[in-house]
């Protein structure tokens, strides 16, 4: 099996989808059980758990550990999906997971998913070079999740809020009843902001179980933000064809976090928005709950302060400034927010970051099962839209949600993403913003035309 046959495993299932199921422990079973040890921490929500995760893994990391995590989905490459200290496994190495995984799911009779080929590959590469702790993504649901068939022991959900309702449910109470799934007896729980019918179902579902830990942000969990003056170097903004920009901010964000463990000072928060300080707190206490089930060794607040500072997040309100296309150069801001919920909380920042000059121009697209309509009407009406599909499988067609746009003043069409990009730097002209959002499928195609490495 060569790179490109790995990849289209999992293509081939996703095009076929098969009924809401979790359908790996017979594949594990048929690998010998890979994970099985596996302790860490697993994140279920419906936004912000690939920050989350990334902060954990940077500060797990700093602390001398080896930490396996498989984020999804992934932006420009597929080797994105299984990585080691944040770092993503070479094609090789990802090939020969997948080998693996092949080999072992056609000695089965039972059908397989895309999540499950993923979540073995994973685990099947991590036996492989030995990891000490895991850092795991549950995908849209939680109950029914692949991820769920590791016991890992600390278990977090971010929020919870109206999205992949074709699969979960249109209800808060639905949602958060999938996302709670991931708890077993004997967790450390981890809870982010949850909409009072939200909060109510998992209240419930931890109640159906034994010996859990619970803590809250807003309650045992507490952050609180300000500013600082940037460190010399610090890495906040990426440079096109250049990976990360040397160029810092005059300030940065510092957090306070504290856990019934104890209060951590001047956590710098790289990642841009006010929503990062809290996945900022919840990684941190998720960090706790391991120190406190004897899994994460001593660590000095600067050790955990300076792998905070070096977590990185692509595609999560990411400038790119200088950013070119062909002869344009200008500034680009990508966003892979892809429900109402989450465009919504990032359009502060956006406003921020596009200041009081010229209205950017907007460049979105999604697919297929999203809520295009709504997460339209969060987005500033004033600014040009540009709306176009990306290469997805579950695209939508553009020419459906220019429809969604027909009280918008500006609103343009483009058949694929370069054509949009090219259109967008014309619209904003030199020196201008370009805001990427809609998709993380949008954003990871906007990366590679803009020249920007695999992260």
């Known amino acids: ?3 490109q046959q790995a990849q289209n495993l999992t293509v081939r299932r996703r095009a076929t989808p098969l009924p809401v199921k979790n359908y790996l422990p017979p594949l ?3 690998l010998d059980r890979p994970g099985r ?3 860490g921490m697993l994140v279920a929500g419906t936004n912000g758990k690939g ?3 990334a902060f954990a893994v940077s500060g797990l990391a700093a602390c001398g550990l080896r930490v396996g995590s498989m984020p999804g989905p992934h932006l420009q490459e597929s080797t994105e999906r299984i990585r080691v200290n944040n770092v993503p496994v070479s094609r090789s190495a990802y090939t020969a997971a997948y080998t693996e995984v092949d080999a072992a799911a056609r000695r089965l009779s039972e059908p397989l998913d895309a999540p ?3 979540a073995a590959a994973a685990v099947v590469h991590y036996r492989r070079v030995g990891i000490d702790l895991a850092v795991m993504e549950a995908s849209a649901g939680g109950r029914d999740t692949a991820v769920n068939s590791f016991d890992l022991g600390v278990k977090v959900i971010t929020n919870v809020a109206l999205d992949h309702t074709d699969m979960l449910g249109d209800t808060y109470a639905q949602i958060a009843w999938a996302k709670a799934g991931v708890v077993r007896d004997g967790d450390h729980v981890l809870l982010g902001d949850l909409p009072p019918e939200a909060e109510q179902m998992v209240r419930q579902v931890l109640d159906g179980h034994s010996g859990l830990t619970v803590w809250r942000l807003g309650e045992e969990i507490r952050v609180t933000a300000g500013t600082a003056d940037a460190a010399p170097g610090a890495a906040y903004e ?4 250049d990976g990360p920009s040397s160029v810092a901010p005059a300030q940065r964000t510092v957090a306070q ?7 951590h000072r001047d956590l710098p928060c790289p990642l841009r928005g006010a929503h990062q300080e809290r996945n900022l707190a919840l990684a941190v206490a998720g960090i706790d709950a391991l120190r406190e089930r004897g899994l994460v060794p001593d660590f000095t607040e600067d050790r955990l302060r300076e792998g905070l500072a070096a977590t990185t997040w692509p595609g999560r309100l990411e400038l790119v400034r200088p950013a070119r296309l062909d002869d344009w150069s200008g500034a680009v801001l990508l966003d892979g927010a892809h429900n109402p919920h989450s465009v919504a909380t990032v359009v502060p ?3 921020r970051i596009a200041g009081a000059g010229q209205a950017p121009v907007l460049v979105f697209a999604a697919d297929e099962t999203k809520a295009s309509a709504e997460m339209l009407d969060e987005l500033p009406a004033e600014w040009p839209l540009l709306v176009t599909r990306t290469g997805s499988l579950t695209a939508a067609d553009p020419d459906r949600i220019a429809r969604y746009a027909v009280d918008r003043p500006h609103t343009h069409r483009a058949p694929d993403v370069p054509a949009a990009l090219r259109h967008a730097a014309r619209l904003t002209g030199p020196g201008g913003l370009i805001v990427v959002i809609g998709s993380l499928a949008l954003v990871g195609e906007a990366r590679t035309l803009l020249g920007l490495p695999p992260g």
């Open 1 to 3: 099996m060569d790179y």
């Open 28 to 30: 594990l079973d048929a």
């Open 37 to 39: 040890e596996l302790r």
């Open 51 to 53: 920050s989350t995760c």
């Open 116 to 118: 499950a080929l993923r």
């Open 238 to 241: 990426a440079k096109a064809g």
């Open 257 to 263: 976090v504290t856990t019934p463990l104890g209060t």
């Open 349 to 351: 920042e956006v406003r």
